[in-house]
């Protein structure tokens, strides 16, 4: 089993925000796979699809950003999927706009919504795929990562956005994570 986690804040008003790349990168991988979000639980939203003779879930928590591990740690512990076949898409504000790190684990830096991951999973190892959203002059960060992406950057994010959805399903696929991390790493650099 697979389970791929997009993280975003739930409701109409964030659905545009840069902080919620990830949510965008699942729903358009689920999407490729021919899976609905139509269902809940686990403080999120999930669909699940087979693929290959695996099972891949897709999940979108719930619970706000901050509190994203919650929702990550309860379904990965009731269907039993260990961290290494865990994958997490997210926003980086440390990363330049348009650009992808693809991670085999390590520290969740200043992404609050990874803290709480790492948090409540009780490990740093699993792989996540990083979407540049750097922010290109001084900022209030709070303000930024909850502001909507700009029409002339939409080009860029659709690009990383496609290359998080490609290095996922690659991972979906088997191919190893530094197999991952050497095709993707740097797109849009």
């Not at 689920?30 to 003779?53: D, H, Q, S």
């Not at 706000?64 to 290494?84: D, H, K, Q, T, W």
Request: proline letters at 4%; charged letters at 25%.
């Amino acid at each position: 089993m697979y389970l791929v986690v997009g993280l975003g804040n739930p409701g109409l008003k964030y659905l545009k925000n840069l902080h919620n790349i990830g949510f965008m990168a699942v729903e358009l991988l689920a999407e490729k796979y021919g899976a609905e979000f139509n269902k809940k639980g686990f403080k999120g939203v999930y669909a699940e699809k087979n693929a290959g003779g695996e099972k891949v879930f897709f999940l979108k928590p719930q619970t706000f950003m901050n509190l994203s591990g919650e929702s990550v740690a309860e379904f990965s512990s009731y269907f039993r999927i260990p961290p290494e076949r865990i994958i997490v898409i997210y926003d980086d504000v440390d990363i330049a706009i348009g650009c992808l790190r693809v991670r085999a684990g390590g520290s969740a830096g200043t992404h609050n919504g990874m803290r709480n991951i790492v948090s409540h999973l009780g490990t740093e190892n699993f792989p996540r795929i990083r979407v540049g959203t750097k922010p290109e002059r001084q900022v209030e960060m709070i303000d930024y990562v909850l502001s909507d992406i700009r029409k002339e950057d939409e080009p860029r994010f659709a690009v990383s956005i496609k290359a998080a959805v490609a290095a996922a399903d690659d991972f979906i696929r088997g191919k190893s994570i530094e197999e991952i991390m050497c095709a993707y790493n740097g797109v849009g650099a």
